[in-house]
Structures are given as structure tokens and as C-alpha cells.
């Protein structure tokens, strides 16, 4: 009775200590931090536009490719909000066509890079040695080249097309994604769960690609972040030097060719497709600084 009496006299936290509140997961965290950088919230809200631009602006602006004999150059209007090019055709159905293309060509070129030269970067770290040096003076050899000249030679052998742009765009990349997977992977190598791992007899690629490589997502983001943006920078570069997207199909790069010789008579022809791919580079790379801070783990400890 004496213990009843005692344990109706607690207060109620004591009586019946309340369960701690889970834990946010580590990805809302990391949402929360996010949403608290100003520049990195806009840098998503560009890519986040561009990205609807390129998925249904055409469908709302028509075909980038129609001809409009009768108004050439014509200036900015009710039915064509930034005016006209040199044959006609709507300069924002050209801007969301050639967002189409841009986009496709970072996103898949760096696609690829990562597709190949993240287990190759898998490989040398893990396997040092003779791999790696063959790996690294491999490595070498291109990155002996700067990224857009390098690109410049790889689409003139292939010729001109949006699929070997991809490519071009992909091998040179391709360096740069080794070199920063092979140096993780130097660091993971050595940590205690991995020698556990080799110790225990796993198989080395279940080690690399169940523990090394999940260790690494982190960096792997951030550099699709940075490499995206190079990618369109390089589509509309190649482009523009006739080796990528081939007239009529509308590109930011083309866009600018044709727009050289008229630059007197209609400078908005040029300045349109530029403040593009300058709004798209710049929102990619203030959403890569952003996730590179949040992402840091120093952030996350």
C-alpha cells in the first residue's frame, strides 16, 4: 500500500517517463539544412524551371522548327512574347527546344562519365598497384587536354550529331569522375569496416560495391552537380562550332551561330539563348555549392 501511495504521488514525468521523439532521418536533415541556404534554394528553383521548360515547353509553344516567312525578325509581341528569328520562328519555342537539348546532353553525358569511370575508379583505389598505374597514366593522358578542346576533337572524329556531342562530352569527362572516385576509395580502403570485410573473406566486388561505394553517394552528387552544367556549357560550345546539333534542330549553341550575322539588326537573337544557359549553368552550380556544404561531413556529425 505504502508503494501505491508513493507512486501516486510522482508527478506524472516521474511516474511515467515520456519516450524520447525519433530522430529525423538523415535525408530530411540534410532537406531542412538545404532549405536554410538562400542561394542554393534558388539555384533548384532555376534547374527546377528549366528542367519543366525542356519537358513541356514544347508542347506549349509549338514546334521550334516552324517557319513564319511573313514576320521575320519581328520583335517581341502578343503572339510571339521574344519576337522572331531570321526565318520566322519563335525565338521561346527555339529557348525550350534547345532546353530540351542542353539538358539531355549534360544529364546523359554525365550519366555516362559516372556509368564508367566510377568503377574504374573503383578498381585503381582498390586494387593499387599495376591497375592503378595503368588506370592513372590513362587518366593522364586525357586529362594532358583541356576538357573543351578535348571534346572539340572527339565530336570533330565523330561528326556532327547530338549523340556523339553525348559521347565527346562523356570521355572527357570520363578522367575527372576516376581520379575523384580512386581518391574516396584510397581513403575508404584503409577504414576498419572494409579490412573487417576483407578479412571476413567477401568478395571484392560485394567490398566495392555494398561498402565502399554507398560511403561515396555523397561526392558522387556533388560532382553531377558540377559535371551537368560543364556538359551544357560544352553541347552549346560544340554546337556553335558546327559540330554538335545541326540545323534546323533548334540548340542554344545554334541559336547563337545564326544569331551572329544579325547582331546589328536584332541583338535580342543573341542575348535570349545566353541568358539560358547562363540562368542554367548558374542554377546548377549554386545547387552543387549548396549540396556541397550540406552533404560536407563535418556538417553531418
Do not use: C
Request: proline content about 6%; overall charge neutral.
Amino acid at each position: 500500500m505504502n508503494h501505491v501511495a508513493l507512486d501516486e504521488g510522482l508527478p506524472p514525468a516521474a511516474a511515467a517517463p515520456q519516450e524520447s521523439a525519433a530522430p529525423l532521418p538523415q535525408w530530411r536533415r540534410n532537406v531542412r539544412r538545404l532549405l536554410r541556404r538562400k542561394m542554393a534554394v534558388a539555384g533548384a528553383v532555376l534547374v527546377l524551371l528549366f528542367l519543366l521548360v525542356a519537358l513541356i515547353g514544347p508542347l506549349l509553344t509549338g514546334s521550334p522548327t516552324s517557319l513564319g516567312l511573313t514576320h521575320i525578325l519581328a520583335g517581341p509581341s502578343g503572339s510571339h512574347l521574344l519576337g522572331t528569328d531570321d526565318l520566322g520562328r519563335d525565338v521561346v519555342a527555339r529557348i525550350a527546344g534547345g532546353a530540351r537539348v542542353s539538358l539531355l546532353a549534360g544529364v546523359v553525358s554525365t550519366a555516362l562519365a559516372m556509368a564508367v569511370g566510377v568503377p574504374l575508379g573503383l578498381a585503381a583505389g582498390f586494387y593499387r598497384g599495376w591497375t592503378d598505374s595503368v588506370l592513372m597514366r590513362l587518366t593522364d593522358v586525357v586529362l594532358s587536354f583541356p576538357y573543351l578542346i578535348f571534346a572539340v576533337g572527339m565530336a570533330a572524329i565523330l561528326g556532327p550529331s547530338l549523340r556523339n556531342v553525348i559521347i565527346a562530352l562523356a570521355v572527357a569527362e570520363i578522367p575527372s569522375v576516376v581520379r575523384i572516385v580512386r581518391g574516396e576509395t584510397l581513403v575508404l580502403r584503409g577504414q576498419d569496416f572494409v579490412e573487417a570485410a576483407v578479412a571476413d573473406g567477401t568478395r571484392d566486388a560485394s567490398i566495392m560495391w555494398r561498402a565502399i561505394l554507398p560511403n561515396m553517394t555523397n561526392t558522387l552528387i556533388v560532382k553531377a552537380t558540377v559535371a551537368i552544367p560543364a556538359g551544357i556549357l560544352g553541347e552549346a560550345a560544340l554546337s556553335f562550332l558546327g559540330l554538335g546539333v545541326q540545323p534546323p534542330q533548334s540548340s542554344w549553341g545554334v541559336m547563337l551561330t545564326s544569331a551572329q550575322q544579325f547582331l546589328a539588326q536584332d541583338p535580342l537573337l543573341a542575348l535570349f539563348p545566353g541568358i539560358a544557359i547562363a540562368l542554367t549553368t548558374l542554377g546548377f552550380n549554386l545547387l552543387g555549392d549548396g549540396l556541397r556544404d550540406v552533404l560536407d561531413p563535418r556538417e553531418l556529425q
